[in-house]
T-cell receptor, first 114, second 114 residues
């Protein structure tokens, strides 16, 4: 049973436009959500997070939106840049019950075309 | 040196070999993890160590044997692996009680079993 799902394996956008990456989860105990970015031959790096008490968190060009009723979160990148091309992983944790244990999605390959 | 360092970066081994993967973190974190990443699959948690004690074994076959001699070092000992064990093995660390940034990952070891 996969508790975190990223249904789009790939996404292609033009430079300067908005990139929207989606993530769905099933475990209602999840209370903290994170996005990681991974370049080839490197480990994932932390990008942005959001607590379940919020519905939006913004950091520069990156904004994460959380819809708890739909168990859905999304990452918006605007404007998109070619250097944003990478695999993006959504992750979730249930800190009350599982501490810092993270559950990851399958990842979405984002390609930003010049 | 800072961050999480994994060695070797690449490893090719036969099914009868014994090898070890090494992970080292210089961040003062007290939790360390092994993850497996196969193509088009979510990152799969293998083992969790908190303060050098193994707190989770996610139904990993016994041909994978972790060792955590201190809170800065983590090993994954491999023996009699199968070709389907070929994957990217990622080590990560975190500070259990200050979790805002999630995990810090190493660059991974790309393992090929022949």
């Amino acid at each position: 049973d996969q508790q975190v799902k990223q249904n789009s394996p790939s996404l292609s956008v033009q430079e300067g436009r908005i990139s929207i990456l989606n993530c769905d989860y099933t475990n209602s105990m999840f209370d903290y959500f994170l996005w990681y970015k991974k370049y080839p031959a490197e480990g994932p790096t932390f990008l942005i997070s959001i607590s379940s008490i919020k519905d939006k968190n913004e950091d520069g060009r990156f904004t994460v939106f959380l819809n708890k009723s739909a168990k859905h979160l999304s990452l918006h990148i605007v404007p998109s840049q070619p250097g944003d091309s990478a695999v993006y992983f959504c992750a979730a944790s249930a800190r009350e019950t599982s501490g810092s244990r993270l559950t990851f999605g399958e990842g979405t390959q984002l390609t930003v075309n010049p | 040196e800072t961050g999480v360092t994994q060695t070797p970066r690449h490893l090719v081994m036969g099914m009868t070999n014994k090898k070890s993967l090494k992970c080292e973190q210089h961040l003062g974190h007290n939790a360390m993890y092994w993850y497996k990443q196969s193509a088009k699959k979510p990152l799969e948690l293998m083992f969790v160590y908190n303060f050098k004690e193994q707190t989770e074994n996610n139904s990993v076959p016994s041909r994978f044997s972790p060792e955590c001699p201190n809170s800065s070092h983590l090993f994954l000992h491999l023996h009699t692996l199968q070709p389907e064990d070929s994957a990217l093995y990622l080590c990560a660390s975190s500070q259990e009680r200050r979790f805002r940034g999630g995990y810090t990952f190493g660059s991974g070891t790309r393992l090929t079993v022949v």
